[in-house]
C-alpha cells in the first residue's frame, strides 16, 4: 500500500536557517509528489509538485524539492528561514491516476524563532 | 480563474443533530470534487471523491455521506452527528485534463459537536 512518511512532527530553526522537511514515500508505481502548506484555520495551500522531468523542482516563497527515487524521498528545503513560513507543512503523494487521491503524510508543524 | 467556496466557516451542531456542509467551485467544469476531515493534531483523512456528477466514492465508513447534485457542487451530509465528528472539514478540486494534477482546496469548516 502507499504511504507517506514525514519526519519529524515538529521542527525548530532559527530566522534566517536552513529549513529541511523530510517526506518518504512508498509507492509500487511512478509517483506524483506534492508539498502543501497550511496556515491555522485555513485551507492548504500547494508549494511545489513533481510529476515528471526535473528531479529539483521550486515553488512558491524561496522553497524547493528534490525527487530522489533511490531513496523514496521528496525532502522539502529553504535556505533561509523567515517569521512568516511558520506554518504546518504535508507532503502527499498521487498514486491513483485519473482519481486523483491524495495520501498525505502526518505533517510537520515548522517554528521559526527570532 | 477558479474558486472554491465552502460555506459555513464554522459550526456548531449538537450531538444527534444533522449537517450540511456546501462547497461550490467556480472557473472550471467538470472538475474531481474531494472531502476531507483533519483532526486536532492529525493529518487530513479523505473522506469522499467524485469524479463526476452521481460518481462518488466513499473512502472510510462512517456516519456521513456525500453528494453532487451539480458538476461544481460538492455536500457534505450527516443525519447524526457524533461527538467524534469534530473537526476541520476541507473540500478540494482538481482538473480532470491538461496534466494538472495538483489539488486546490478551500477555506475549511470549522465543526464542534457538542
Known amino acids: 500500500a502507499q504511504s507517506v512518511t514525514q519526519l519529524g512532527s515538529h521542527v525548530s530553526v532559527s530566522e534566517g536557517a536552513l529549513v529541511l522537511l523530510r517526506c518518504n514515500y512508498s509507492?509500487?508505481?511512478?509517483?506524483?509528489l506534492f508539498w502543501y502548506v497550511q496556515y491555522p484555520n485555513q485551507g492548504l495551500q500547494l508549494l511545489l509538485k513533481y510529476t515528471t522531468g526535473a528531479t529539483l523542482v521550486k515553488g512558491i516563497n524561496g522553497f524547493e524539492a528534490e525527487f530522489k527515487k533511490s531513496e523514496t524521498s521528496f525532502h522539502l528545503t529553504k535556505p533561509s528561514a523567515h517569521m512568516s513560513d511558520a506554518a504546518e507543512y504535508f507532503c502527499a503523494v498521487d498514486v491513483s491516476g485519473n482519481t486523483g487521491k491524495l495520501i498525505f503524510g502526518q505533517g510537520t508543524t515548522l517554528q521559526v524563532k527570532p | 480563474s477558479q474558486t472554491i467556496h465552502q460555506w459555513p466557516a464554522t459550526l456548531v451542531q449538537p450531538v444527534g443533530s444533522p449537517l450540511s456542509l456546501e462547497c461550490t467551485v467556480e472557473?472550471?467544469?467538470?472538475?474531481?470534487l474531494y472531502w476531507y476531515r483533519q483532526a486536532a493534531g492529525r493529518g487530513l483523512q479523505l473522506l469522499f471523491y467524485?469524479?463526476?456528477?452521481?460518481?462518488i466514492s466513499s473512502e472510510v465508513p462512517q456516519n456521513l455521506s456525500a453528494s453532487r447534485p451539480q458538476d461544481r457542487q460538492f455536500i457534505l451530509s450527516s443525519k447524526k452527528l457524533l461527538l467524534s465528528d469534530s473537526g476541520f472539514y476541507l473540500c478540494a478540486w482538481r482538473g480532470d485534463s491538461g496534466g494538472a494534477y495538483e489539488q486546490y482546496f478551500g477555506p475549511g469548516t470549522r465543526l464542534t459537536v457538542t
Open positions: 472557473g472550471t467544469s467538470n472538475p474531481n
Open positions: 509507492s509500487s508505481v511512478p509517483p506524483y
Open positions: 467524485s469524479i463526476g456528477i452521481d460518481q
